[in-house]
């Protein structure tokens, strides 16, 4: 374990020039007292490392200092060569310079070790785009990629999810996020934190005035406050629910983030063994959000509340209208009222009383 701290201190070191005792003490989970002393052990070993004290003190390595020791062991060397799919890193620009980067790295591996991590590279592939997505729309990120590495502020022309104007917005960028294969931008209007979805920029502008984050906070703290924002938003609206067992499983995975407690058991039927129905319990920030149980035909039915039971009606009886009459003759959507789909899946349904609007999502 000393020696992985050691050669830890050594790289950050090399890395980062000076660096606060306290800070390293943190880094490597140890105390003050323990970094000096690793410090000592170093200089002993021949490595020109020495400490400042005082308020701008800190430890650094002479200046000049470099050594090629790449310190890593199977376990790390293996763990490098595990990527993601390589579209994240196209729509970066940095395939060509990804694929020269693993070349450096496993020339500087030692010996014993490039076998292994040669393996791994051909066996583990992590793809972290979702089943079924969709096609995505190509995305240009080399305007917010040059803001965020610039620190300078961005000018966006931005089209919001169910809205067809562009909106403008002048954003102060902590960086860009892949989630499950889509780009977000992350960044700060009138300092609070903001997420854009790379392919709704319509425009971007570079601006000259450097960015104004706010202290201390970095990409990792925003993200985290507007992932728990989408992911954690209350419902508002108490769906129950029962599902047939040979489809609950499916039901389970489409419906993850809406589920507001997990199944309950199922009901012994009449002859003493389970029922073929299962309850579960949903929760919906409308009525409307409601209409995607459909997709699961007479194998989903809703308990209560009883105005989601007659939306349900509604949107059905709408669909059977529709396709009772011949191919293309219905009536290009007149006469129906705001919010009405005349198909599943297609407008959004107004607000319903007594209920609050769900939160836009990124």
Do not use: C
Not at 39 to 52: F, N
Request: glycine residues 8%.
């Amino acid at each position: 374990m000393k020696s992985d701290r050691l050669l830890s201190i050594l790289l950050l070191l090399q890395t980062r020039g000076r660096v606060p005792a306290r800070e390293l003490a943190e880094r490597l989970e140890v105390s003050v007292r323990t970094i000096y002393r690793d410090v000592e052990a170093l200089s002993a070993a021949g490595v020109p490392v020495y400490a400042e004290r005082g308020r701008h003190g800190g430890i650094e390595l002479l200046a000049g200092f470099r050594t090629d020791v790449t310190g890593l062991t199977a376990d790390e060397s293996r763990a490098l060569f595990i990527l993601a799919a390589q579209g994240a890193h196209a729509a970066l620009g940095l395939d060509a310079a990804l694929g020269s980067a693993l070349r450096k790295v496993m020339a500087a591996l030692p010996a014993p070790h490039r076998p292994a991590a040669e393996v791994t590279s051909r066996r583990v592939l992590v793809d972290a785009t979702r089943w079924k997505s969709g096609p995505q729309t190509a995305v240009d990120l080399e305007v917010l990629q040059d803001a965020v590495f610039a620190d300078r502020r961005l000018r966006l022309r931005y089209r919001h999810s169910g809205e067809q104007k562009t909106r403008t917005y002048t954003v102060d960028p902590y960086g860009l996020v892949s989630k499950a294969g889509v780009w977000y931008l992350v960044a700060d209007r009138r300092a609070a934190p903001r997420l854009f979805r790379a392919d709704r920029v319509r425009s971007a502008t570079v601006l000259d005035d450097p960015v104004r984050r706010r202290p201390g906070v970095e990409l990792a703290d925003a993200w985290e406050v507007l992932r728990r924002q989408v992911e954690e938003r209350p419902g508002g609206l108490d769906v129950t629910v029962r599902v047939r067992r040979d489809r609950l499983d499916m039901f389970l995975r489409i419906n993850t983030a809406s589920l507001a407690a997990p199944p309950e058991p199922p009901e012994p039927s009449g002859d003493g063994g389970a029922s073929d129905w299962v309850t579960v319990r949903l929760s919906y920030g409308v009525v409307g959000e409601a209409r995607q149980l459909l997709q699961f035909a007479d194998t989903v039915e809703v308990i209560a509340p009883p105005e989601v039971r007659e939306e349900l009606a509604r949107a059905a009886a709408s669909v059977t209208e529709l396709y009772q009459r011949g191919p293309g003759e219905g009536d290009g959507g007149a006469g129906r009222r705001p919010g009405q789909m005349g198909a599943l899946g297609s407008a959004s349904p107004p607000a319903q009383a007594g209920h609050r609007p769900a939160p836009s999502q990124p």
